[in-house]
């Protein structure tokens, strides 16, 4: 089945980098893309970016440009997230969900999510 | 890129129907064909409830059904069940290949 299984939770210390994956399966990784998407404690849904896994080619959200970077691993259907300079407003739940990209521009299957805490 | 706006709560009694509302602009609601809903039970990943406005994904009870009218999206749940209570987002294409949330909406089944 359709699925996508995300890296374990993370602690980090405000201005570390944290690095999430997320590994795709049942499907062909390069026919769609990657958008992540976090959401703070009691806060509602934010979308941080989205990635092509067809050519690698990337979309941030603008309040985060320059602190985030989205790549992918095609040899083995894993996308990566990497988050610089952590405040702790970025303790978040973060996700992956699959994109459709320009074939409707919503996500329709999601990982279960990665806890990550940034505190001193 | 500012959040959709989206009513804080709604509620109807099992059996009713419930209308969630969607606002944004002529830049991303208005604009284009491309807004969705999601629906999200606490502590859990969100799940895609519409699509493209108006389309249901396989699996989804056709009691989810959604709308368009200018720069409003709205999704109507019809026949209240207790499952269906939990947090509803909408998200809508903003061009560049940039995508947006609303602010969510709790709905409670009384």
């Known amino acids: 089945q359709v699925q996508l299984v995300q890296s374990g939770a993370e602690v980090k210390k405000p201005g570390a980098s944290v690095k999430v994956s997320c590994k795709a399966s049942?499907?062909?990784?390069?026919?769609?893309?990657i958008s992540w998407v976090r959401q703070a404690p009691g806060q509602g849904l934010e979308w941080m970016g989205w990635?092509?896994?067809?050519?690698?080619?990337?979309n941030y959200a603008q309040k985060l440009q320059g602190r985030v970077t989205m790549t992918t691993d095609t040899s083995t259907s894993t996308a990566y997230m990497e988050l610089r300079s952590l405040r702790s407003d970025d303790t978040a739940v973060y996700y992956c969900?699959?994109?459709?990209?320009?074939?409707?521009?919503?996500?329709?299957?999601w990982g279960k999510g990665t806890t990550v805490t940034v505190s001193s | 890129q500012s959040a959709l706006t989206q009513p804080p709560s709604a509620s109807g009694s099992p059996g009713q129907s419930v209308t969630i509302s969607c606002t944004g602009t002529?830049?991303?609601?208005?604009?284009?064909?491309?807004v969705s809903w999601y629906q999200q039970h606490p502590g859990k990943a969100p799940k895609l409830m519409i699509y493209?406005?108006?389309k249901r994904p396989s699996g989804v009870p056709d009691r989810f059904s959604g709308s368009k009218s200018g720069n409003t999206a709205s999704l109507t749940v019809s026949g209240l069940q207790a499952e269906d209570e939990a947090d509803y987002y909408c998200?809508?294409?903003?061009?560049?290949?940039?995508?947006?949330f609303g602010t969510g909406t709790k709905v409670t089944v009384l």
């Open positions: 969900a699959r994109d459709r990209g320009g074939y409707g521009y919503y996500m329709d299957v």
């Open positions: 998200s809508s294409y903003a061009g560049s290949n940039i995508r947006v």
């Open positions: 990635i092509s896994a067809y050519n690698g080619n990337t």
């Open positions: 049942g499907y062909t990784f390069t026919s769609y893309g």
């Open positions: 002529s830049s991303d609601v208005g604009g284009y064909n491309y």
């Open positions: 493209e406005v108006s």
